[in-house]
């Protein structure tokens, strides 16, 4: 299958009836640059309506790994040559939790300023959890950016009964703070 | 009179469970008639029956800790409330029920900073929690707003890693970053006369406590006055440092990393040098080269 382009959706549970788990992955480069790779971060957000997460404790990254629901939850060793996975049981994500939303930001940290803009590549792309076959994978996403500092990269999205995937690449110059605003978390 | 189970009202999501968690801060006499009452061995489905209508006619009452007592409880509103727990139709209840046997930790029971707040801490209410995500994104800034003392003072800070490393960080001296060879440090000191210290919030985890101490060089001792700013992202706490008594140093906020939450907390303990601010804490596996500075 070729790569998705941003906008692209695929009906995953449409075209794979059996799939009851997906393992989301991100890959990245960033290079020599060896302090945006340190501080770059992937985020979950579980959402109830567009650009809404539900709350604070449905933000899944590395300072906390599941959701409260524990359908979602980071690996903290990715796999397969993803740099971050989430594993997603679909058949427990709560009937509120209608779009759940992978992002990848660059902590501002105390040291100099990096932007996704320095990546080489970025992509997402999504695995079957019973088998780790991958299903779809984006385009590379980093040509597009530069002063970017957090990047949606893709969303699974109830529709019909079922799950669609959809390649985002939505970037916040603003970083996790924009986007965090975004999502109505506070910070 | 005990309410039917099943119209009791159902434990739908952890923030639920957290709630009646909260038992612990009720006082203990009132669980502790409840257990002896059911006979031990009698019938022990029958023991697991009057748990939950106990519970729900006080919830402050149930055991959230015991998982054996949970189980059945979580199980019990399914059935009443939908249809069958059938298959794959209906997971959001049936499933996640089951799975609520490992929750996130029990919440700290301390004040949470309101939503892009600013908060002060004082002697009445001395401590603050940040949620995971205030503790884990950007960085946390700790600086000396301070009037007394002049140039002659500095902020520090002893620090302990959760590989078991600690030390101390003392700007004024030729590390200004922490640990001495991390490649990323984790503490940075920064700004003008030596007055501010942040915490890489990418690395909390890193981090298990610390003490952030003001102190003058010249070990003269100083009326504290002003006070101490922490920020993050969205967040502000004021420390204030009046009821301090004079001292040549003054631990003045401890921090502590649980389970990815920083706990901070506003001491205001005087002590004659750095050093012994440090030792007050515990920190007492730090090689002084004297009662300021640590060996490089």
């Given amino acids: 299958m070729p790569p998705m ?9 449409r075209e794979i009836p059996s799939l009851t788990g997906v393992v989301v992955g ?39 790994l599941s959701s409260p629901d524990l359908s979602v939850h980071q690996l903290e060793s990715a796999l397969a040559g993803d740099k971050e996975q989430i594993e997603i049981d679909l058949a427990t994500v709560p009937a509120e939790v209608t779009r759940i939303v992978i992002a990848v930001y660059v902590n501002d940290g105390p040291g100099a300023r990096r932007t996704l803009g320095q990546l080489r590549s970025c992509t997402v792309r999504v695995l079957n959890r019973a088998d780790h076959a991958e299903l779809v994978t984006s385009e ?48 | 009179m005990t309410p039917d189970p099943t119209t009791a009202r159902p434990r739908t999501d952890l923030a639920f469970l957290s709630v009646r968690s909260a038992r ?46 949970a189980a059945p409880h979580t199980a019990a509103p399914t059935p009443a409330a939908g249809p069958a727990p059938a298959t794959p139709g209906v997971p959001a209840s049936g499933a996640t029920g089951a799975r609520r046997l490992d929750p996130s930790p ?7 900073l309101p939503t892009g707040g600013r908060l002060m801490l004082t002697p009445a209410a001395p401590v603050v929690a940040l949620s995971r995500l205030a503790s884990g994104v950007g ?31 003392n700007p004024d001296s030729s590390q200004r970053t922490a640990p001495p060879d991390a490649r990323l440090p984790v503490l940075t000191a920064s700004g003008e006369r030596s007055r501010r210290l942040s915490i890489d919030l990418r690395q909390v985890r890193t981090l298990s406590r610390a003490v952030f101490v003001l102190h003058s060089r010249s070990g003269t001792p100083v009326t504290w006055s002003g006070a101490l700013l922490i920020s993050t992202i969205g967040a502000r706490i004021d420390v204030p440092l009046e009821p301090a008594p004079a001292s040549a140093a003054l631990a003045a906020v401890s921090l502590y ?9 506003s001491e205001r303990d005087p ?8 030792a007050s804490f515990g920190y007492d596996a730090i090689a002084w080269l004297d009662d300021a500075h640590v060996i490089a």
């Avoid at chain 1, 501080?39 to 309506?49: K, P, S, Y």
């Fill in chain 2, 106 to 112: 029990p919440p700290l029971r301390l004040a949470s």
């Fill in chain 1, 140 to 187: 590379d996403l980093a040509p597009a950016l530069s002063l970017e500092t957090a990047l949606t990269l893709g969303e699974m999205y109830r529709h019909e009964g079922g799950w669609k995937f959809k390649v985002l690449g939505q970037g916040y110059a603003d970083g996790i703070t924009a986007l965090a605003r975004d999502f109505g978390l506070s910070l």
């Fill in chain 1, 5 to 13: 382009k941003r906008g692209a959706n695929v009906a995953l549970t």
């Fill in chain 2, 257 to 265: 990393q649980v389970d990815g939450r920083l706990v901070l907390r």
């Fill in chain 1, 26 to 64: 991100v890959r990245w480069d960033a290079g020599r640059e060896h302090v945006l790779e340190a501080n770059l971060v992937m985020a979950t957000l579980l959402c109830d309506r567009p650009n809404h997460a539900i709350s604070d404790d449905h933000f899944v990254f590395f300072n906390q």
């Fill in chain 2, 139 to 169: 960085t946390l800034n700790v600086e000396a707003a301070v009037t007394s003392g002049g140039d002659d003072l500095v902020l520090s800070c002893a620090y302990a890693l959760a590989s078991g490393q600690s030390s101390f960080l």
């Fill in chain 2, 24 to 69: 612990a801060l009720t006082p203990p006499p009132a669980p502790a008639p409840a257990p002896p009452t059911p006979t031990p061995t009698a019938a022990a489905p029958a023991v697991t029956e009057p748990v939950p209508r106990a519970t729900s006619a006080s919830s402050a009452l149930l055991d959230l800790d015991d998982a054996p007592t």
């Fill in chain 2, 271 to 278: 002590a004659g040098s750095p050093r012994e601010a440090c």
